[in-house]
Nanobody, 120 residues
Framework: QVQLVESGGGLVQTGGSLRLSCAPS????????MGWFRQAPGKEREFVAA????????YYANSVRGRFTISRDNAKNTVYLQMNILKPEDTAVYYC?????????????WGQGTQVTVSS
């Protein structure tokens, strides 16, 4: 039983910033990876960013590279997504995801999602 608890969503103006948090419970993913995905109404879910827990290698979608930063805090067993220079097109429900090992093709665990709305 794995639970991913997300927080940090909200309403911001274009150019603003938000920091999302994801705190897994029930286990750690020290041998795996965690990521952020987002889905806007009527749109396909898309990859945003990911981090390999061990070593901290990061990956970003081109649309957010340079603006978003994914990080993790080992002591708190928490993953963050710092979002800067937000744009209206960033508006979506953001989901935290995790996979047990870096070799897994798919993310197996998902949070409930947190709404991010960027106003014009």
């Amino acid at each position: 039983q794995v639970q991913l608890v997300e927080s940090g969503g909200g309403l911001v103006q274009t150019g603003g910033s938000l920091r999302l948090s994801c705190a897994p419970s029930g286990r750690t993913f020290s041998s795996g990876a965690m990521g952020w995905f987002r889905q806007a109404p009527g749109k396909e879910r898309e990859f945003v960013a990911a981090i390999v827990w061990s070593g901290g290698n990061t990956y970003y979608a081109n649309s957010v590279r340079g603006r978003f930063t994914i990080s993790r805090d080992n002591a708190k067993n928490t993953v963050y997504l710092q979002m800067n220079i937000l744009k209206p097109e960033d508006t979506a429900v953001y989901y935290c995801a995790a996979k047990t090992t870096v070799y897994a093709t798919e993310y197996d665990y998902w949070g409930q999602g947190t709404q991010v709305t960027v106003s014009s």
